[in-house]
């Protein structure tokens, strides 16, 4: 979803004038974003400002502040909508930033005590 808003945005920013087939094109990437993303965005776009921001090094690019530590790891392993605290754009991790999956180790078994003679001499102690 987030490349269809950068794309919509790129096509809604240019300087110059919109052909027809770029309209068509405008038209087609709003019908796959969902109604209440797409108001927000608006409301960004009809400000002037752009919707959608790159999160580089934990870092909004557009704000330049830094974005919570729990929404820098939402971005890399989710793919839900993040919204910068500060500036309300949307977020998303460039390629370069995403972290690799890495998959657990096998779970290891608890090594087994042996029972020592000293357990076995206390046992006995006990029971006499």
Do not use: W
Request: net charge positive; charged share 25%; proline share 5%.
């Amino acid at each position: 979803m987030i490349q269809v808003m950068l794309d919509l945005q790129k096509l809604q920013l240019q300087a110059i004038a919109l052909s027809l087939e770029d309209e068509a094109e405008i038209l087609k990437l709003r019908e796959k974003v969902p109604a209440p993303i797409l108001a927000h965005f608006d409301r960004l776009i009809a400000r002037g400002k752009k919707g959608v921001a790159r999160a580089v090094h934990g870092v909004c690019t557009e704000c330049h502040l830094q974005i919570s530590s729990g929404t820098k790891a939402s971005l890399a392993y989710t793919d839900e909508v993040h919204i910068c605290d500060n500036c309300g754009r949307y977020l998303y991790l460039p390629d370069s930033e995403l972290l690799p999956v890495i998959e657990a180790p096998p779970a290891r078994k608890a090594p087994v005590k042996a029972r020592g003679a000293g357990t076995r001499q206390r046992a006995v102690a006990q029971a006499s």
